[in-house]
């Protein structure tokens, strides 16, 4: 065995003891990067995986290094860590300024004197094949003999083998349960992270591909169209048209002929013959919006249509066979409606066949904030202006609003904001005066509330980020833009448990 100092030895000690007090794959090796830093001066320590699949070396781990958003990989035989990856033979390079195959792919010595610096690199073995290798700078005054190191390292890498394989299952179930969830995932111009809205969208996977009914629940401007757009695009019936109709704005004496059309000289005015809607969305969807509002007149003859599946234009004695999807909305409890006479119970029942329900913006606390950068962002690029952000106390306003009007008066008053700031951002005063000061009546009743709600939805940004950065806090602060000590604060703040994240990705 080599010789080692009894500093290396303590080093591959406590390195041992790391290795065996944490749950993550991912925390342990940062654990190792940071020891090696601490006490024996290797700075910029990394740790890169391979991919099962393609064998290419990806940066998962760094010290003294910004990965970035984009990430770092290495091709087998690219540069120095993709030939040790590609050999499993560690390499050394005692003066990285004479060094043409190092890459510096990450940029972290691109302001440093290179001629100072050795770089070490060696590969990490589990049950005889390469799964990743390890890499560090040092000084080079600091190397009394370069071998000497690189077996050091190795020692350490021997140590690294089993964590380091894990960590790249782990890594490709993680793949294999994106692409799974991107597969189900609905195409939508749907926003949102919410429960709530997460259990529409797996409605919306459900129901697109088969020619059900669907009624759509919710408040006015809460996004029935968006619903409906959704399950059209994501059916068979995707390729074919999508007609809206607006129940709400057709009187009943046009009704009849604007569903299903009519012949030259039905009444006076026809002076053409023309297509009824259900016509006009033949092998496609008819989107019946506000079908609440519907007169009697009006249901019975729409009763008539989904019954039978034909209809017959007004003033022609030709049958027109419907082959067409229906899908309606409401922003009315047609039950209660059912039970008091004002709609009919059968037609009710005909299109509740797949009931969605839509949550009012209020119900999706963490999409408001969400929503509401992404119409800055939409009507900064259409006004031309330079706005990117929303400060704190505007955030605070909007989350503690109750938005009657839903997503379509936030996305008002978002437009409005844009047009009106100066700046980069949208600031409180650019808000509506209906959003900057609660009626009277409201106020006492949330008051006090401001605070719970903001801790709450800070809460679930938190909570995500550590989801999207499987538990990693150093990688969830750099998602939300902030540094890992406030993380940290945060997570102990609001009782979250980080390594739970990673506990659900290992299994």
Known sequence: MEDYSYLELQTLHEIALALTQSEEFRVQLEQVLEILSRRLGMERGMVSILDLRTGEARLDVARGVDIGKEGVTY??????????AQTGRPMAVADLGHETHFLDRTGARGKLDREGLAFLCVPIFYRNRVVGVLSADKLARQVRNLDHEVGFLGSVAELLGKVAHFRAVEEENLRLRRMVAEARRPKTSIIGRSKVIQEVLRQIDQVSDTNT?????????????????????NSRRGRGPLVQVNCAAMPDTLLESELFGHEKGAFTGAVTRRRGR???????????????????????K?????????????????????DVRVVAATNKDLEQEVASGGFRSDLFYRLNVFPIFL???RERGPDILLLADYFVLKYSKEFEKRVTRISTAAIDMLMAYHWPG????????????????????????????????KPENM???????????????????????????RGNQSQAARLLGTTKRIIQYKVQKYGVEARRFRAKSSA
């Open 443 to 469: 106020q006492k009743r949330n008051r006090g509330k401001l605070e719970v709600l903001v801790s709450t939805f800070e809460r679930d940004l938190i909570t995500d980020a550590l989801k999207d950065a």
């Open 278 to 300: 259900f016509e006009e969305a033949r092998e496609g969807t008819i989107f019946l919006d506000e079908v609440g509002e519907l007169s009697p007149i009006a249901q019975a």
């Open 406 to 437: 839903n997503v379509r008066e936030l996305e008002n008053c978002m437009e409005r904001a844009v047009l009106l700031a100066n700046g980069e951002a949208v600031e409180a005063r650019h808000l509506p005066p209906t959003i900057q000061m």
């Open 75 to 84: 091709q087998p035989g690219e540069g120095i860590t993709g030939k040790v």
């Open 213 to 233: 009914t669907v009624l759509i629940h919710g408040e006015t401007g809460s996004g029935k169209e968006l619903v409906a757009r959704a399950i059209h695009e």
């Open 359 to 361: 949550p009012s913006l």
């Open 302 to 322: 729409l009763l008539r249509v989904l019954q039978e599946k034909e209809f017959q234009p007004l003033g022609s004695s030709r049958t027109v066979k419907v």
